[in-house]
Structures are given as C-alpha cells and as structure tokens.
C-alpha cells in the first residue's frame, strides 16, 4: 500500500503554463492573440496554461519571438516541472512495508551520509528514496531478494536481519564495480601469493588495505575491505567474474588482525579448491560443511606449516619469546601464533594480550 508522502505538497508543483498566463495577463494579451501571434492553435495554449499540456519545443521557440523570452527559460521551466513531478509521484510509491525497513537500515543510512552518497539532512520518506537510488533497487522490500554468485562466511548464532544483509551485498556488488584486476587467478602461483601476502602482514610501514588490493589484483583477485553492520554478521564474501577473476570482500567485524588474516586465507581457500564458481549463487557457509572444513585447513597449513606448528607445540615452550621466534621462522606476525594457541586452547584469551593487534574502520 502506498503511503502519503509529508514532504512537498503536489499544490507546490507549478504547471509551467501558469507563468505563461501570468505573463500575458501582465502584458494585456489574450490567449487568441498570442495564438494569432504563434502560429500555435488557441486550444493547445489554453490546454498549456490549463496545465493540461506541456510546452513542446516549438511552442517554446514561437514563445521567444513573440514575448521575448529565451526559448531555453521555457524548456526549462518545462524540465524543472516534469523532474519535480516524478519525484512527487516517485515517493508516493514508498510502502508502508519500507517505512518499517528504513528503521533496521539506519546504520547503513548513517554511514552512506558519511560517505556523502546523499545530503547529511533528509527526512525519512527521502531516505527511503536516497537509498533506492544508491543501492539501485526499486523497492527496499526487494533486498532479501538479491542472490548474487559467490559464498558466504557466517555465524549461525547471530541475528541476521535480511534487509540488512541484502543492502550489506549490494554494497559489495556497488563497490566491485570497482574492478582493477586483469589478470586471470592462476592457483599454480598460490604459494607465490601466500609469501607475499605474508610480507604485507610484517609491513612495519604501509597502507593495508590498498597494499593488499594492488598485491591481489596482481594475482587476479580484486579485493576489497566492507564496513560491516549489525543484522549481517557476514565475514567474508567472495565470487568469480565472466573473465576468470575473482571479487574478495571481507569485513574487520571481529576486529582482531589474527581472525582477519585467517579469514582472508580461508576465502582464498575457497578460491583455490573450486568452491565458487561463474555458476554458483549464494552460499551459506557454516563450519559443518565438507568445503569449509577443507578452507579451514588452507588457512591454518598456509599461515603456519604444519610440519613447523608440530614441533612448536611438542617442545610445549610457550613463553613469548619462542612464539616470537617460530613466528619469525614462519614469517607471520606473534599474534596469528597466539591466536591459534588461544582457538586451540593452549593459551588463555587473556595471555599475550598486549600482543593481540585490532583493527579499526578508519573512513
């Protein structure tokens, strides 16, 4: 059902005919004699100054040479009126069902006007609008609705509003537009990417996420780092392009730099064992599942050998200073080693902390 709109009044929408007749009223012409004076039938001017018809491109050249006023101020005139009255009748199309979704959407309305993709001060029924646009969707109940190809990683346990998980999605697709990669994933040149990806985590000095995006887009993989909003407990979000190269969003909602960087291996694992594909829609990707045990063991073996992770635990040495060195012997960073010996229970959550790294959305 259609809700009525509290913004502009369809009574402020002025016809542009009306200007014409204010104007001859002004001047003491009648509609016969500009008629006569035009060339243009009087039924058409009178149905123009009725508002019954718009100003044709003709009628707007006769007007110049017989009031002496730029045909381009009735185009115009004509333009404005046309654009204003589509906007009205635009938001006259907003249901009551999206007035309930904008509320959930608020997060992601906040952070769109910080990202200035709308002006900071609208009111809700122009929200409603301002999103359509930006998100290109003609109906904010169409959200849910959105299946684009790839895979997903989620965590069952937390709420998942579905018009918020559908605007997270359309964003990722929106910014995958974005696309610089060109040349073709290749898994051959998996562990030439797996040490470098490694060099960009010991960086001292570096921009992280544009590092990581020209490193990936290198080897055939744009990636991108998605603000993440209540109601999408989404980690991580991947799908292959027509041309064989793939698209990487991952979210820093976890905030901890070891859970980021597994989560970015486990999606190139995905990538390197087939798991998505040109033909594949959505998928959910809980830990149960055969394909994301096997992404599980991508990350973990990449990151840290096995080989070497095997003797590191069997000399049951856990002091700082020999995580320090079989993490340097690894070529990672202390904190993917404490957190594995955290997941795994070898540490506490509270042990090394101070060498636990977060990240925080910085735009």
Request: proline letters at 2%; charged letters at 25%; hydrophobic letters at 40%.
């Amino acid at each position: 059902m259609a809700a009525k709109i509290t913004g502009i009044s369809r009574d402020l929408i002025i016809h542009p005919g009306k200007t014409i007749g204010d104007i001859l009223g002004a001047r003491g012409i009648s509609q016969v004699e500009l008629a006569n004076s035009t060339g243009i039938s009087a039924a058409y001017i009178s149905n123009v100054i009725a508002g019954k018809k718009n100003i044709s491109a003709k009628f707007a050249q006769a007007l110049e040479y017989t009031l002496n006023i730029p045909k381009s101020f009735w185009l115009n005139l004509q333009a404005n009126y046309d654009a204003e009255l589509l906007e009205y009748m635009e938001a006259e199309t907003i249901t009551d069902d999206e007035r309930k979704i904008i509320r959930s959407l608020n997060p992601i309305i906040k952070y769109l006007k910080g990202k200035k993709k709308f002006h900071a001060m609208v009111e809700k029924c122009e929200s409603v609008l301002m999103v359509r646009q930006v998100l290109r969707v003609s109906n904010l109940a169409n959200l849910p609705n959105i299946v684009p190809q790839g895979a997903f990683r989620m965590e069952d346990s937390k709420k998942i509003d579905p018009y918020v998980l559908g605007a997270w999605l359309r964003m990722c697709q929106l910014y995958g537009e974005q696309s610089i990669a060109t040349t073709k994933f290749d898994s051959g040149k998996i562990d030439e990417l797996v040490s470098k990806l490694k060099d960009v985590m010991m960086a001292k000095d570096g921009d992280l996420q544009n590092d990581l995006k020209e490193l990936m887009a290198n080897y055939g993989i744009d990636f991108f780092i998605i603000k993440n909003f209540q109601g999408a407990p989404v980690q991580g979000y991947i799908k292959q392009k027509n041309d064989g190269t793939y698209q990487m969003f991952l979210t820093i909602r976890r905030a901890y730099a070891d859970i980021f960087w597994f989560s970015l291996f486990h999606e190139l694992g995905h990538i390197v064992n087939g798991d998505v594909s040109k033909n594949n829609k959505f998928i959910d990707m809980d830990s149960s599942r055969e394909c994301e045990k096997k992404a599980d063991e991508f990350a973990s073996k990449n990151l840290l050998s096995i080989e070497g992770y095997d003797a590191f635990l069997k000399k049951k040495d856990f002091s700082i200073s020999a995580i320090k060195k079989f993490a340097d012997q690894q070529k990672v960073m202390p904190y993917v080693v404490i957190g594995r010996l955290q997941k795994e229970k070898y540490l506490s959550y509270q042990q090394y902390s101070s060498y636990k790294l977060k990240y925080i959305w910085a735009s």
